[in-house]
């Protein structure tokens, strides 16, 4: 049973347990895919049905960060706890790379998906990095076609939210792969183009404050941090 936090039901595993479950979705047959989000995306979906749709829709859906996991306890259902998208798909590389499978990195400017990739392969010995492509084409059908053509058992999608989730549940099965994760930033992070904040903020909550300091273009986008903390007070007040 998920959890439902503000309309999205969330997965209630540890970072072990999500990425365990990842493995045997790739074991299974036809194609699935992962999300990961955070109480923007929680936000978006309560105004884009499309979008809450396509969210709730994934086979695993993971607390990118620790706003949904306060907002989960506030409401007195707690999930166990946050999962990085960053961190989970960290890891699953890493099994990925045990059992030869292969990853095809789709999304972010120009050049930082090749750059990701060269970087990716040095970290994770035996990952086979099956092709790149940037995130701003103009048609589906080229890259669906090169990523079926790259036979990558994974993908991941990295294009923002909530593009990259809708775009996974509209074209995951033509792309041929497994699993697709929708991972926001990662390809950024991979590349080395964009810097995760330093542990020590991560385990105080703050990671939103640091990115904010290093990217303060994010404002508007932060303001939806504070309105998802007064929609989960409402919520919990109507229990
Ligand atoms: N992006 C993309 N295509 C688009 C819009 C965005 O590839 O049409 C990329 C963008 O370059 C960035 C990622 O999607 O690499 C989204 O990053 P953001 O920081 O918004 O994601 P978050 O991690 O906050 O979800």
């Not at 039901?9 to 955070?38: I, K, Q």
């Not at 010995?125 to 059908?141: C, K, N, S, V």
């Not at 294009?159 to 775009?167: I, M, R, T, V």
């Not at 020590?200 to 990115?211: C, M, N």
Request: net charge neutral; proline share 5%; glycine share 12%.
């Amino acid at each position: 049973m998920r959890i439902n936090v503000l309309g999205v039901g969330f997965d209630n595993l540890t970072m072990d347990e999500a990425v365990a479950r990842a493995v045997e979705l790739l074991g299974e047959e036809g194609t699935h895919y992962v999300v990961t989000p955070n109480p923007e995306i929680v936000e978006v979906c309560r105004e884009n049905l499309a979008a809450k749709i396509a969210v709730n829709e994934a086979d695993l859906v993971l607390p990118d960060g620790i706003g949904v996991i306060k907002g989960a306890a506030m409401l007195g259902t707690p999930l166990k706890e946050k999962t990085p998208g960053v961190e989970f798909a960290g890891h699953l590389m890493g099994k990925m790379a045990e059992t030869g499978k292969s990853l095809y990195l789709l999304g972010a400017k120009p050049g930082v998906a090749e750059q990701a990739a060269a970087r990716l392969a040095e970290q994770y010995p035996g990952l086979h990095i099956a092709g790149t492509h940037d995130g701003y084409f103009q048609e589906d059908g080229p890259v669906i076609e090169a990523i079926r053509q790259s036979g990558a058992d994974v993908v991941f999608v990295c294009l923002g939210a909530p593009k990259q989730e809708l775009w996974m549940k509209k074209n995951g099965p033509a792309t041929g792969a497994k699993l697709l994760c929708g991972l926001g930033g990662s390809l950024d992070v991979f590349a080395g183009v964009v810097e995760r904040a330093p542990k020590f903020w991560s385990d105080h909550g703050l990671e939103w404050f640091y990115r904010l300091c290093k990217e303060p273009k994010r404002i508007g986008r932060m303001t939806k941090l504070p309105l998802f903390l007064v929609h989960v007070r409402q919520e919990k007040k109507k229990k």
